[in-house]
């Protein structure tokens, strides 16, 4: 059992004068000169379960980036786990979900997995870590190294990126579970004020929203006929590849899109020019593509196909349930009928170099009419985000932080209930049906990101957490 430290390139904030006006600019060139002087010495550690395959990992590496750009000693910690911890950990990410994931009971088992396991990752780490260092500790995976970098001297904030609008039986379950761990943590953020549980201390929790990086190369810029030769060479629509399938890699360097798509279909690949329904997510029974299989066959007839794409299973260690969910969701397709089966695409993206991976997920969101996000639980849904950078209307479920980002019939259509088939085919045809309509809703949820979600806030945001960890822990002296 070993940590990694994945490679974070270095790049620069000033970037962000092409989006951002001069005043918001020249503010965050100020508190960056501020942020700067006081890390300075200083290592801000981020530590997560993994490096690929969702959107945690893609924030951290671009917030990493942009603070080693600003001058910060900003690192990147992946702890190493068992079979038998991650299972327990996905048990934990459905538990405070409100979901009971595989029944199992977070017992005195579970916890011994647990604690084995993150003493040999604190083992490694704690050397590495002087008091005065910054540590950013990402969700229930690594929560159990939170005392010894406490013990070290660390100033420690542990960052939550799930959670639940109401307590049950399965929220206090995990909540219990992982109490023990972060009851001396000096700050706690969530990205939902109503995701902190009542028994961590309300006055430690803050809030930021996650956040998408534009120029990323899942979220940059990407010309027509890139956009249909990526998807043209990786299977994913018909049609020569009639053009480059170049994109940005994130330090600016060219990087091409060299891999094809393990596709389940039963039929040849969707025209270049039909409608495109798409969902972009890990296989997880919380997002529900058995559920959007289910609701896109109460379409009535029509061009649209359907693409569900995520990971290859293979490529994401940290979720031991991404397989079985894939085959569940291949036993729904078998399932369906032969014409509707011949429209629906289940599209396995290559893992196995991430820029190429984003690259091919932006081109995705780009072509399709409408991308939807039919989650049961969310923490915050960054895909919903990322579609709406793209300027495409969404359809999607009324829950968790999705709630926070479309404003219903404004940047896109929520579905009250996200188990009802039948409102998930009527918002889907109603927006494919009325292509102005979308094309209104797109321009607003582009502003609506271009507001709230970007990179660069996160960044300021997470310093003034850092900001009032000094203060706290400087507290005695002062009053000495």
Not at 54 to 60: N, P, S, T
Request: hydrophobic share 45%; with cysteine; glycine share 8%.
């Amino acid at each position: 059992m070993a940590l990694s430290f994945p490679r974070v390139t270095v790049l620069p904030l000033d970037r962000y004068a092409t989006l951002l006006s001069a005043s918001r600019m020249q503010h965050v060139a100020r508190r960056v000169v501020e942020l700067r002087a006081r890390l300075a010495g200083r290592v801000v550690w981020n530590v997560s379960s993994t490096a690929v395959g969702g959107g945690v990992a893609e924030m951290v590496r671009s917030l990493l980036a942009y603070a080693r750009g600003a001058g910060v000693d900003a690192r990147w910690v992946v702890i190493d786990g068992t079979p038998e911890f991650f299972r327990v950990t996905k048990r934990l990410h459905n538990a405070l979900h409100g979901s009971p994931g595989d029944g199992s009971p977070l017992g005195e088992s579970a916890r011994h997995v647990y604690d084995a396991c993150t003493a040999k990752n604190a083992a490694e780490l704690e050397p590495m870590v002087r008091a005065g260092d910054v540590a950013i500790v990402h969700d229930p995976q690594p929560a159990g190294l939170v005392p010894m970098l406490l013990a070290r001297g660390a100033r420690v904030l542990w960052r939550c990126h799930v959670g639940a609008d109401y307590t049950d039986a399965e929220t206090e379950r995990g909540w219990r579970f992982l109490a023990p761990y972060l009851g001396d943590a000096p700050a706690y953020v969530f990205s939902r004020a109503a995701y902190a549980p009542p028994v961590l201390d309300a006055a430690r929790v803050h809030v930021i929203p996650p956040s998408i990086d534009p120029f990323s190369p899942k979220n940059q810029t990407l010309g027509a006929e890139v956009v249909r030769a990526i998807l043209a060479y990786t299977g994913i629509v018909a049609g020569p590849v009639d053009g480059p399938t170049l994109f940005a890699r994130e330090d600016g360097t060219p990087g091409r899109v060299d891999r094809a798509a393990d596709i389940v279909r039963d039929g040849p690949p969707p025209p270049l020019d039909a409608p495109l329904v798409v969902q972009v997510s890990r296989w997880d029974r919380l997002k529900d593509p058995i559920g959007v299989l289910r609701g896109f066959a109460e379409l009535a007839g029509g061009a649209a196909q359907l693409v569900l794409a995520g990971p290859n299973v293979a490529g994401v260690v940290d979720d031991p349930e991404g397989a079985a969910v894939f085959a569940e969701t291949i036993e729904a397709w078998r399932a369906l009928p032969p014409l509707v089966r011949a429209r629906c695409h289940l599209v396995s993206l290559p893992t196995a170099d991430v820029g190429e991976n984003a690259a091919i997920v932006n081109a995705l969101q780009r072509h399709a009419a409408v991308i939807v996000q039919k989650s049961l639980h969310e923490g915050f849904g960054l895909t919903v985000a990322e579609a709406m950078w793209k300027s495409r209307p969404v359809v999607a479920s009324a829950v968790g932080g999705i709630r926070d980002q479309i404003d219903d019939g404004v940047q896109g259509l929520l579905l009250d209930d996200p188990c009802d088939p039948g409102a998930f085919a009527a918002a889907v045809a109603e927006l494919l049906a009325d292509p102005l309509r979308a094309q209104q809703m797109g321009r607003a949820g582009h502003d609506r990101v271009l507001e709230r979600y970007l990179g660069v806030d996160s960044l300021l945001r997470f310093g003034a957490v850092i900001e009032s960890l000094d203060a706290a822990a400087e507290l005695p002296a002062a009053h000495a």
